[in-house]
């Protein structure tokens, strides 16, 4: 496997001359520096149309305004056609069911960037609100902020994954009409803003304080954790706030906050999370962050300064989705019946998404305790070249259907295998990055990874014995057919006899085929680790390598194991663990 592992510590890697671009101040004093800013992407909606069967969905055809007919094969949605071209230039959201397009935007989508420097090294973290960008539109915007002297290695741009942004990968669109998600005059807006909003940052950085902490949701309040796992909420699923869609259920509950406090005051808040943010539900047609922009408002407004949310490992699915919260109020407070007990509600919607950011953000003062000086800032990064061997995403590719193209991915020697069969179209050249900030180290990832890749598997019975998974919270789709069928029968198939392949999973339930790979988490160093998704890139879901189906895609069922059908290839994570393993030197 060809891995390319270039660490670097300082600005100036790349020359012997140490640059200040944007007059940061890269002063050797033991100060800690920050800057952050917000840029507004929009977007515009000036085309709707009319879902007269209220699926939420654009039942129509994207060349028929009118929409004549009496069918979906019949036009039968007409659509406001602004600009008078005769085509639907959509907002197509990313997330949920393709043919959803925007209607309004409730909150507008932002790039938000912390910029931080200490004895002379730097980092940008920026977040975007889309459900994930594309390497090569991520790679514009670091080349662009390298001509101005930013090494584009101290460059993380994560996605906050918000299942209401704007389509920015292509795969949400119209496939039945062959229509990309990406609407071009959106897109064109991304790599713009996250210059300027790097250069804002980078250029009003002052002294501050940092506080951090991290808490785990679980073991901070009962009612976010069903019953089985030791709570009082209701629903036997939830752990942490969190549903975890995919057997076993591993919840990263892991809420992680750096505070950073200047002259007058909170500058900002840096927030990391493992949770879809598809809170509001699959039938909106509004744009907005989620739940994200809920959390985001609550820290803001009871801290003040800007809030950055980097979201953590969001495989397997970790979800709000079908969740059941506790009540609270827009001002904080519990809603209690007239015992005084707690109530709850499953009810998916703006309501709902308000409650959950509600929640997070009065769990933010709970993480923060750590007020140590921070010795260091250190960026060490690994290119990770990650090879196409998903037929859907060939198709994709070959249909113009993404925000990218095949001229983007690498061939030959720089991608592992290339030329070994027909089954790959080429690598996408991306990368992890070890960030050490003070006694904090995140670990990114270019998508969504499954939990226990980073954290582990737990250390109970069932995750060795198939006939103990019966009855087990963390176990709900487990077939008893198949309790006797080793999962590598069912590798590459949907069934073997009477039992379904798509409803069991490794056995045991491993990380990894080689017992000696740690879990990520135990590679790094740091107080406190957390994972960081959808960075530079987005490949989809990262899935332990022993419990991968390379059977399903979006044209089978898919079972309990969707997130296969939505990842670049079956070897995402053997290649993601070997990465890490090296870059640790272990």
Same mark, same amino acid.
């Given at each position: ?9 300082? /600005? ?66 007409? @659509? ?15 997330? @949920? ?197 809920? @959390? ?12 950055? @949310?980097? /979201? ?17 109020? /827009? ?45 260091q800032i250190s960026v060490r990064y690994a290119e990770l070249p990650v090879p196409v061997t998903n037929q859907f995403y060939q198709l994709a590719f070959r249909l113009g259907l993404l925000d990218s ?25 991306l990368g992890i990055w070890e960030l050490r900030l003070g006694p904090v180290t995140l670990a990114t990832f270019p998508g969504e990874l499954v939990p226990e890749l980073f954290w582990g598997v737990p250390d109970e019975p069932a995750m060795a014995d198939a006939s103990l998974r019966h009855g087990d919270p ?113």
């Amino acid at each position: 496997m060809l891995l390319l592992l270039l660490a670097c510590t300082s /600005p100036g890697a790349t020359g012997p001359k140490q640059v200040a671009p944007f007059d940061m101040p890269l002063r050797k004093d033991g100060v800690l520096y920050a800057g952050v800013s917000t840029v507004e992407l929009g977007p515009e909606v000036p085309e709707t149309f009319s879902d007269l069967n209220g699926d939420g969905l654009f039942d129509g055809c994207v060349n028929e305004p009118l929409g004549l007919g009496s069918g979906r094969a019949d036009c039968a949605e007409p @659509f406001l056609d602004a600009n008078g071209n005769g085509y639907f230039d959509a907002i197509w959201l990313g997330g @949920f069911e393709t043919r959803r397009a925007a209607m309004a935007v409730h909150d507008p989508m932002t790039v938000r960037v912390l910029v931080l420097a200490l004895n002379g090294t730097y980092v940008a973290l920026v977040a975007v609100d889309s459900v994930g960008l594309l390497e090569s539109r991520v790679r514009q915007a670091r080349e662009m902020l390298a001509e101005d002297g930013f090494d584009r290695n101290h460059i993380v741009v994560s996605s906050t994954h918000s299942h209401a942004a704007p389509d920015t990968v292509g795969m949400w669109g119209d496939q039945d009409q062959l229509v990309s998600g990406i609407n071009p005059t959106y897109a064109d807006t991304i790599v713009p803003g996250i210059y300027d909003a790097v250069s804002l940052a980078a250029g009003d950085m002052q002294p501050v304080n940092p506080t951090v902490g991290m808490v785990q949701l679980a073991d901070l309040d009962p009612t976010f954790t069903g019953v089985a796992f030791g709570g009082t909420n209701p629903d036997d699923w939830m752990y942490g706030t969190i549903m975890d869609l995919r057997d076993p259920i591993i919840a990263d509950d892991h809420l992680l906050a750096i505070a950073l406090d200047g002259p007058e005051g909170r500058l900002a808040t840096l927030l990391n999370y493992s949770s879809h943010p598809e809170a509001i539900g699959e039938r909106n047609n509004e744009v907005s962050a989620d739940y994200v922009y809920y @959390f985001r408002d609550y820290v803001e407004r009871t801290y003040g300064g800007t809030a950055v @949310f980097l /979201p953590g490992a969001l495989g397997g699915q970790q979800v709000p989705y079908g969740a059941t919260l506790p009540v609270v109020r /827009p001002d904080g407070t519990r809603v209690l019946d007239e015992n005084g007990q707690q109530t709850y509600t499953g009810e998916m919607g703006y309501e709902f998404a308000e409650m959950l950011g509600i929640l997070l953000g009065q769990s933010v003062d709970e993480a923060l305790t750590d007020t140590q000086t921070w010795d260091q800032i250190s960026v060490r990064y690994a290119e990770l070249p990650v090879p196409v061997t998903n037929q859907f995403y060939q198709l994709a590719f070959r249909l113009g259907l993404l925000d990218s193209t095949a001229a983007d991915l690498l061939t030959g020697a720089d991608c592992p295998n290339f030329g070994v069969g027909d089954n790959i179209a080429g690598c996408v050249p991306l990368g992890i990055w070890e960030l050490r900030l003070g006694p904090v180290t995140l670990a990114t990832f270019p998508g969504e990874l499954v939990p226990e890749l980073f954290w582990g598997v737990p250390d109970e019975p069932a995750m060795a014995d198939a006939s103990l998974r019966h009855g087990d919270p963390r176990w709900h789709e487990q077939d008893p057919d198949c309790d006797d069928i080793p999962f590598e029968q069912c590798r590459d198939t949907n069934e073997v006899g009477d039992c379904d392949c798509l409803s069991i999973h490794a056995l045991p339930y491993r990380i990894s085929d080689d017992p000696d790979l740690l879990p990520i988490r135990d590679l790094l160093p740091g107080q406190y680790v957390a994972p960081v998704g959808i960075v530079n890139g987005y490949c989809g879901y990262i899935v332990p390598g022993p419990d991968f189906n390379r059977w399903v895609s979006p044209l089978t069922d898919l079972g309990d194991h969707y997130e296969e059908s939505n990842s670049c290839t079956s070897d995402f994570a053997p290649l993601v663990q070997e990465a890490w393993r090296k870059l640790a030197g272990k």
